[in-house]
């Protein structure tokens, strides 16, 4: 069953539409709403055991699960170039998922550029998974089951949550399930940055290789740091052995160049990947195309929920 209409027109407007309010008015408004769905919040869990508000995480739960046993779960990683953003701004990805009582949604915060570089961002992510495997018992959720999807540079992070299983120096030591694995078992990627050595990052139109975003990321500058560069870069990492990705792009982003998903692609399909590319002819760095929702819902049913429906490379034309 796919989530219900009027709460799928709310996907990928709602994080866009309140990025100018603060965390708490979006609390406050996201309980209003909640309360006439049915679904069940479980906010600010600690999943790296700091008391860090950036290393917790919001779990979203339908009250009237569509079929027993365990949830599969769909966690969404917010963007805000390292250095802003907020998971309270995500709800409205997830709870469109949660609401059709087939999925278990989390939204995660994760330490921001100012506070620490580069990898402290991958490895609370990873701690974020491994907390879910976790609490499966807890609150029903199906570890074998756990798809991720991020806008920007949460599509960054969640490339690399795809591609970097089991690379040591990505895991971290945080959290109290360092035994759980950070494993997933698919990818959607909207918008994020695959090669961090190309200069296909842009700032006022132009492209630079300098950008204040990765060179705050980094801690340094990208010219200085060739083996940083390479390492945060997810398009390092490609194996057989990745998850499947859907990739989402706009075909005229100013932010992160399109060609930034065609590098993941080919390197994804070399290694026999599963991998899907829809670029959107007229779409910039903030993706809102009415056919979207419809390509994620049959993404996750097929990866998650076994359904049939395929999906396959297109470019999607300016929307009526």
């Not at 990765?214 to 010219?223: F, K, N, P, R, T």
Request: aromatic fraction near 6%; glycine fraction near 10%; include cysteine.
């Amino acid at each position: 069953m796919r989530p219900p209409t009027f709460l799928l027109a709310l996907l990928l407007a709602i994080p866009a539409a309140i990025s100018a309010e603060e965390p708490s008015e979006i609390r406050a408004r996201a309980l209003a709403t909640l309360a006439k769905l049915p679904v069940e919040a479980h906010f600010d869990q600690d999943y790296a055991g700091s008391g860090n508000p950036k290393q917790m995480l919001d779990l979203f739960l339908p009250k009237e699960p569509k079929a027993d046993g365990k949830l599969p779960v769909l966690v969404f990683i917010h963007g805000g170039g390292w250095t802003g953003g907020d998971r309270a701004k995500s709800a409205g990805a997830v709870v469109p998922f949660v609401a059709s009582g087939n999925f278990a949604g989390i939204t995660v915060s994760y330490r921001l550029s100012p506070e620490a570089h580069w990898p402290a961002q991958i490895h609370d992510c990873k701690a974020a998974i491994r907390w879910i495997r976790g609490h499966a018992e807890e609150f029903g959720l199906d570890p074998e089951r756990i798809a991720v999807w991020g806008t920007s540079a949460g599509g960054h992070l969640v490339s690399l949550l795809g591609t970097t299983q089991g690379i040591a120096e990505l895991e971290g030591e945080i959290g109290p399930f360092l035994a759980q694995s950070s494993q997933v078992t698919c990818v959607i990627n909207q918008c994020g940055p695959q090669d961090f050595s190309k200069a296909l990052m842009f700032s006022d139109g132009k492209p630079v290789v300098e950008d204040p975003a990765v060179v705050a990321l980094i801690g340094g500058s990208v010219a200085g740091h060739p083996d940083l560069i390479k390492a945060v870069s997810p398009v390092t990492y490609v194996t057989p052995h990745d998850a499947p990705f859907l990739t989402l792009h706009g075909m005229k982003d100013q932010r992160v160049d399109f060609v930034q998903a065609t590098i993941i692609e080919t390197a994804l399909e070399a290694a026999g990947v599963s991998s899907i590319l829809i670029g959107v002819a007229e779409g910039g760095h903030g993706l809102n195309h009415p056919a979207l929702k419809d390509r994620i819902t049959t993404f996750l049913d097929r990866h998650l929920r076994g359904g049939s429906e395929d999906l396959k490379d297109e470019t999607l034309a300016e929307a009526p």
